[in-house]
């Protein structure tokens, strides 16, 4: 530019600011802020006027004819030209076929609206006049929005139409300089703008996005807009509520959308952007200043579950009455100030113009405007445009890399059934607002159901002992040179049991169990349930302290040890040598029948108490039972049968011992007991060829530490199984690769649902992503969705896991408030008095 055609400098808006960053942070991308406007005039149509209408008004308004340049300092200004002309297109359709015009038209629309203006040259817009047919034109005037919002929009073309029909001769009023507006922004107090600012987003834990991680959009690609309608009579009902609460609608729509938005994110802090006038009261003639005021600000609501929806507004409103005075302040500022550079991912806009529309489309008497559209657009993955009317319109403008077309219409559906919500009934407390309809609803229950299947009413040493006699010659253990038919692993646990039962073992009793894996750990526990009682495992790796608060904490009187001599430390306690009393009382004649309490046992009797820490760090005793047990055993998932050989890997603490000893062993199939010593990956290779391991579970880290050194040792062997934590999407697949036999299944569950509520088959070929999905619900296990309301959320939406099902723990052990805390009443079941488990994980 040369310096003799500069007419004046001036600073930026913030917005502006704002702008300037966003067209410069890619300029081979798409320029999002890009406004075009669409007119079209029916009549004929003086395109010289026209034109000279145009460039009349860029004299009027100094600030539409700059060009951004910086200083030496970094710091933008605008630099105001003179005799600066908008340049001009005339484009004439009439030559090509009547069906074919429509389609060029679009073409070039299209081709306008993705031509990035150079900020530095002014002026940033162009016009183009299109003929379409002799009395049918379309006027397309584009401009960057660094230049103009809205409402200057409207008051520019009252003056454009003015000047065009009176072919320059109109009289308008005298021009109030934009310049003024920018001088009052400089007199603002900024430090007690920032105070307040500060103030009102005090105590906010997070942003709020509605888009964890968006994706980066094509750079050749524009937000897609969806249109919806609001029918005339909930539009009404809208203002009527507004007018009788004292509460403005933009008021009502803002509170709207941050209900909606905290249902989604799962948040009862709430924030998002909106797009405020920014014209200062006070500034006079600011209602027909032209240029850019509107300014990006932050909105929060806080939806405190309690309170009424009218209370939540009221609050609302009253917080953003207190910032009106601030509303100057740029986003960047109100951004540092809170600490953070995100705050929000969506954007309301609520246009409300106190412009003269007729006026703004008066043309004569041989030139009407027909229609008029537009296209604007924000960097924001999601923005919401209301348009107040006798029917409300809802624009929603979205970035196809984080929304696709029937998600969004999902969205709006569900903002049109709040605001209906909203208007039958004001005063319903936040948490009692139902976003979903009855068929979406019926939806979400019923994918978190598994198959239902009627499980035998019996327990597992009933179980065990028909197994027995339908295969009694059948290996059914092996380990550490030791070989166990069923009939041989029957009659030994059977021995021990009757030693238990006479030294006061029974229904309801605990037994502690304190060894390490081998074949006589597995006849114990099967010795434990065959006399009616419930054994209590104790992990090696316990302090001593936390084995006596545990068998004190279930009553625990009597002891199963391989280490006698090391028992002394449990005082009260009778002690077994599980070992011993097991080989002696084998031979005895009375080794072949049942216990004097097996029969009493009941389905619903316990099987064992399992202790967790979990996220408290205090030992809490799961009480689960035969019926558990047994419908875990029974689901339809597992493929064990007689020519299995499950390898028994895990503590007898952990309750993944549930499926590698109660799977086979009720299924005929064999368990094989893995060594005491820590395993590597070549000693895993080693033992699951030489056992010939049909099924192995390892944790997630252990999986994960295989997958890396050794995927395919897994290639003879039927299944995989890993879970107990995150899983390692890059594991699975290395493993999935590497042994394209090998099925790979991943669990899910607390200790509190029996192993597992859900689990995942890896598809044969699938390509595992960024993360592992915990997979399909268990039979006869329901899990559930739910938001602090114990509502179901929507599809996508991350809410609290909770699980009911037969597989659900009777709760904790001597702590009722803890079990009461976490057992809750299940809303959705068909049979009184069923629980569900609240797990506190959080999915979608």
Known sequence: MKRSRIEDVLPLSPLQEGLLFHAQFDDEAADTYVVQLVISLRGTVDGPALR?????????????RVGIQHRKTGQPVQLVMR???????????????????????????????????????????????????EDDYRFVWANHHILLDGWSNAVLFQELFRL???????????????????????????????????????????????????????????????????????????????RTRNLTFNTLMQGAWGILLGRLTGSEDVLFGITVSGRPPELPGIETMVGLFINTLPVRVRLDPARSVV??????????????????????????????????????VFENYPVDEAASTELGADLQVADVTGHDATHYPLSLMVLPGRELILNLDYREDAFDRAAVEQLAARLVRLLEAIVTAPDTAIRDLDLLGPAEREQLLTLGHGATVRPPHTTVPDLFRAQAHATPDAVALTGGGTELTYAELDARASALAHELVAMGAGPEQAVAVWMERSADLVV????VLKSGAFYVPLHDGYPAERRRTVMEDCHARLLLTDRPGDAATFAGAAVVHAVDGAAAAAGEARSGSEPLFSGAVQADGLAYVMYTSGSTGEPKGVAVTHRAIVDLTRDSSWKSGPEDRVLFHAPHAFDISDYELWVPLLSGARVVVAPTEPIDSAALRALLTRERITSVHL??????????????????????????????????????????????????????????????????????????????????????????????????????????????????????GLTAERFVADPFATVAGSRMYRTGDVVR
């Open 524 to 527: 114990a526990l099967l010795a």
């Open 311 to 348: 209370e939540v507004l009221a609050r609302l409103q009253d917080d953003q009455a207190r910032l009106m005075p601030h509303q100057h302040l740029g986003l960047a500022d109100i951004q540092k100030t809170a600490g953070r550079t995100d705050l929000f991912d969506t954007v309301v």
């Open 83 to 133: 005799d600066v002309e908008v340049p001009w297109q005339d484009i004439d359709l009439t030559h090509l076929p009547h069906e074919q015009r429509a389609a060029e038209l679009e073409r070039l629309l299209a081709e306008d609206r993705g031509r990035r203006f150079d900020l530095r040259q002014a002026p940033l817009i162009r016009c183009t006049l299109v003929r379409m047919a």
């Open 52 to 64: 000279t209408a145009v460039n009349e008004v860029l004299t009027r308004h100094a600030n539409l």
């Open 699 to 816: 944790t997630a880290g252990l999986f994960r530490v295989i997958a890396e050194q050794d995927a395919d040792c897994f290639s003879g062997v039927r299944e995989v199984l890993t879970g107990g934590d995150v899983v390692s999407p890059v594991a699975v697949r290395r493993v999935v690769e590497a042994c394209p036999g090998t099925v790979v299944r991943v669990l899910y569950g607390p200790t509190e649902i029996t192993l597992c509520a859900t689990q995942y088959e890896v598809p044969v070929g699938a390509v595992v992503g960024g993360s592992v999905p915990i997979g399909r619900p268990m039979d006869n296990t329901w899990v559930y969705v739910l938001d602090a309301a114990l509502s179901p959320v929507p599809v996508g939406v991350a809410g609290e896991l909770y699980i009911a099902g037969t597989g659900v723990a009777r709760g904790y052990v001597g702590r009722a």
């Open 164 to 242: 065009y029909r009176s072919r320059g001769e109109a009289r308008l009023a005298p021009v109030t300089p934009y310049r003024d507006y920018l001088a009052w922004t400089a007199r603002q107090n900024g430090e007690s703008a920032r105070e307040e600012w500060a103030a009102a987003l005090d105590g906010l834990q997070d942003s709020t996005r509605l888009v964890p991680h968006p994706g980066t959009s094509p750079a050749e690609s524009f937000p897609r807009r969806a249109t919806f309608t609001v029918d005339e009579s909930l539009t009404g009902a809208l203002a009527e509520l507004a």
